[in-house]
Nanobody, 123 residues
Framework: QLQFVESGGGLVHPGESLTLSCVGS????????IGWFRQAPGKEREGVSS???????KYSEGVRGRFTISRDDGQNTVFLLMHSLESEDTATYYC?????????????????WGQGTQVTVSS
């Protein structure tokens, strides 16, 4: 079974930046489309961004222009660079494989989630 380890979250002030990392454990991410998702207290989990095996990217409307997803297959890692963070970005962030296509989707293949990494944006 696929396993991912998320890291990089923390407490920041509005307008600051964070970089999240998603590392594949025990397998290669090379051929997978990977997405970032987040869940805030009392809200449904939502797709944030995804990246295909060849590097094509997708962003939700709420983060487009502020977040950048990238991958380094040599490090077996997918990154999410988050700029101009807002209080609305506060959530636990998860990564998971997503359905591929002509563009990557924000639809997870499995209903299986790790611990995630907490991002808190507060003044």
């Amino acid at each position: 079974q696929l396993q991912f380890v998320e890291s990089g979250g923390g407490l920041v002030h509005p307008g600051e930046s964070l970089t999240l990392s998603c590392v594949g454990s025990g397998f290669s991410l090379e051929h997978y489309a990977i997405g970032w998702f987040r869940q805030a207290p009392g809200k449904e989990r939502e797709g944030v961004s995804s990246i295909g095996a060849a590097g094509a990217t997708k962003y939700s409307e709420g983060v487009r222009g502020r977040f950048t997803i990238s991958r380094d297959d040599g490090q077996n890692t997918v990154f999410l660079l988050m700029h101009s963070l807002e209080s609305e970005d506060t959530a636990t962030y998860y990564c998971a494989p997503v359905w591929p296509g002509l563009e990557p989707t924000l639809k997870p293949i499995f209903d299986s989630w790790g611990q995630g990494t907490q991002v808190t944006v507060s003044s």
